[in-house]
């Protein structure tokens, strides 16, 4: 018996012994592979390139275009993309490319208040609803279902309706738009910390309700929120673009990109870089905050 044991030791110990290169190895291939996560995709990276460039736009637009984008030559209508005018002029001669550059400001600006109102108002409703429970989640989750029974584009162009028409308002209809995304996403991730061992045990040691709300709760459930308003931060630059396409937004001389897509409409056949350039800038923002949404919400799985 003792010999038996003696054995089942000694092989325990060479069984050890020998599985570990192995774990040495699995931890070297480990780190190696947290290393490789780490690094930054190429398509990620151009992603990033693109939103700088178009914040640098929005920031300082002066820094890339010394033209006014409200004035014109009549002289040069509708001059085709070349050296003098890169991306071409349109039908009372003012550069497209200042146009665009100068309306970027409008367009990102507009986004973020909307992606703020929806991230804040949206948020705070899932926030309570998924804390409190009860009648006021019912209340608060039947105020959601009739929100995303209204497609959000009418819903925006009901608001936008509502208000006048103008971008800023575009931008709150937007925002508006979007409240049900949020309080539903924020309302699940609530759901599923509050179970958690770690609130138990802050319930345990004597943690108030707002305290374990603010301090273990929204911290840990606003994260998957973050990834949304990421890509809804795209969205809305498109339902924005929609709205002033439709003409809820800013009138002429203003320089929103779906103005200008809406202004050129009308010279395609003659002047398609009208339509083109404004609306490949729009395409490209887009693709590029989907792309860095779909690369955070790869890295929070992880």
Same mark, same amino acid.
Request: zero cysteines; glycine letters at 12%.
């Given at each position: 018996m003792t010999a038996a044991i003696l054995t089942t030791d000694e092989s325990a110990v060479g069984h050890q012994q020998s599985d570990g290169p192995n774990h040495a190895g699995q931890d070297i291939s480990t780190g190696s592979g947290l290393r490789l996560r780490g690094r930054i995709p190429l398509s990620v990276g151009i992603a990033f390139t693109v939103i700088a460039i178009v914040l640098a736009w929005s920031l300082f637009p002066d820094l890339f275009t010394s033209r006014n984008p409200a004035a014109g030559v009549?002289?040069?209508?509708?001059?085709?993309?070349?050296?003098?005018?890169?991306?071409?002029?349109?039908?009372?001669?003012?550069? @497209? &490319? =200042?146009? /665009?550059?100068?309306?970027?400001?409008?367009?990102? +600006?507009?986004?973020?208040?909307?992606? *703020?109102?929806?991230?804040?108002?949206?948020?705070?409703?899932?926030?309570?609803?998924?804390?409190?429970?009860?009648?006021?989640?019912?209340?608060?989750?039947?105020?959601?279902?009739?929100?995303?029974?209204?497609?959000?584009? @009418? &819903? =925006?162009? /009901?608001?936008?309706?509502?208000?006048?028409?103008? +971008?800023?308002?575009?931008?709150?209809? *937007?925002?508006?738009?979007?409240?049900?995304?949020?309080?539903?996403?924020?309302?699940?991730?609530?759901?599923?910390?509050?179970?958690?061992?770690?609130?138990?045990?802050?319930?345990?040691?004597?943690?108030?309700?707002?305290?374990? &709300?603010?301090?273990?709760?929204?911290?840990?459930?606003?994260r998957p929120v973050l990834s949304l308003a990421v890509l809804q931060f795209g969205l809305a630059i498109l339902t924005i673009a929609g709205l002033a396409f439709l003409g809820y937004g800013d009138p002429p001389p203003a320089s929103d990109w779906g103005l200008l897509v809406a202004d050129g409409r009308e010279h395609l056949l003659h002047a398609p870089w009208l339509v083109i350039a404004p609306g490949l800038v729009i395409a490209i923002v887009v693709l590029a905050v989907s792309r860095i949404s779909r690369w955070l919400d790869q890295g929070r799985n992880q």
């Open positions: 009549p002289n040069r209508k509708f001059t085709s993309p070349g050296l003098t005018y890169w991306l071409g002029t349109d039908h009372l001669g003012r550069d @497209l &490319l =200042a146009r /665009i550059i100068h309306g970027s400001a409008s367009s990102m +600006t507009s986004a973020l208040i909307a992606v *703020t109102i929806g991230v804040v108002v949206g948020g705070l409703m899932g926030l309570v609803g998924g804390h409190l429970g009860g009648w006021i989640d019912a209340v608060l989750g039947r105020v959601v279902d009739v929100l995303l029974a209204i497609p959000s584009f @009418l &819903l =925006a162009v /009901i608001v936008v309706t509502a208000l006048g028409y103008d +971008t800023r308002n575009a931008a709150i209809a *937007t925002g508006l738009s979007a409240v049900a995304v949020f309080a539903r996403l924020m309302r699940s991730s609530v759901l599923q910390v509050r179970t958690s061992v770690f609130i138990e045990a802050a319930r345990v040691n004597g943690g108030s309700g707002i305290y374990i &709300l603010f301090r273990h709760i929204l911290p840990n459930a606003v």
